[in-house]
């Protein structure tokens, strides 16, 4: 949460605003770039990544404002970053906040400070007072940042992140507010006994 009062690459930071298709394809190939290396990222399916940012297909954009930006030095794409305006959260909490989300971005306190700054001008100047995040797009979705576990893959519903993450947002004056705990379960370790016998009576009769 904020309230609104070494680079990968070299070359100029420019910020771009995602319009037309070609730019969201960018837009949501970003992590591929960023976790080609980490053996503990699972990419998403692109086509739930295109679903799931398509205001045909996504319920959310009927009650959502949302803006993308990419963050580029020469030809290459090294960050993203989403702001949205939920208007259904709006008329439930009457607290002008806002949300951030799709935050992926290099190593370099220059391309976080340009993204963060520009997402929360958007959202400022559409009137919002506060930003919290990041959610992707919203607490139903993808929410919160892995501070913890980054020799784990994420579950489902849950996103990746480096370590670098943290403290970059942290410089731009995001604190965090609120823990999100996940559980992991082993299929290689026996079931409970009583797990195990309540599996059987339903396999016998499912009914």
Aim: hydrophobic share 35%; glycine share 8%; with cysteine.
């Amino acid at each position: 949460m904020r309230p609104l009062d070494g680079p990968a690459s070299t070359g100029a930071l420019r910020i771009e605003k995602v319009e037309g298709k070609a730019a969201l394809e960018r837009f949501i190939r970003v992590p591929w770039r960023l976790f080609k290396d980490d053996p503990h990222w699972v990419p998403p399916l692109l086509i739930e990544r295109r679903g799931h940012l398509d205001p045909k297909q996504n319920p959310y954009f009927d009650h959502a404002r949302i803006s993308m930006w990419l963050a580029c030095r020469g030809d290459v794409t090294v960050g993203r970053i989403s702001a949205q305006i939920d208007q259904n959260y709006l008329a439930h909490h009457n607290d002008q906040t806002g949300q951030f989300g799709f935050m992926d971005a290099e190593d370099d306190p220059e391309t976080w400070k340009a993204l963060t700054e520009t997402a929360e001008e958007w959202l400022r100047d559409n009137g919002i007072k506060r930003v919290v995040g990041p959610f992707s797009l919203s607490i139903n979705d993808e929410a919160g940042l892995l501070v913890d576990g980054f020799d784990s893959p994420p579950f489902v519903m849950m996103g990746h992140a480096h370590r670098y993450y943290q403290p970059r947002l942290e410089e731009q004056g995001y604190r965090q507010v609120q823990d999100l705990i996940a559980y992991g379960y082993d299929p290689q370790k026996p079931l409970e006994k009583s797990v195990d016998n309540l599996l059987k009576r339903l396999m016998r009769d499912p009914e």
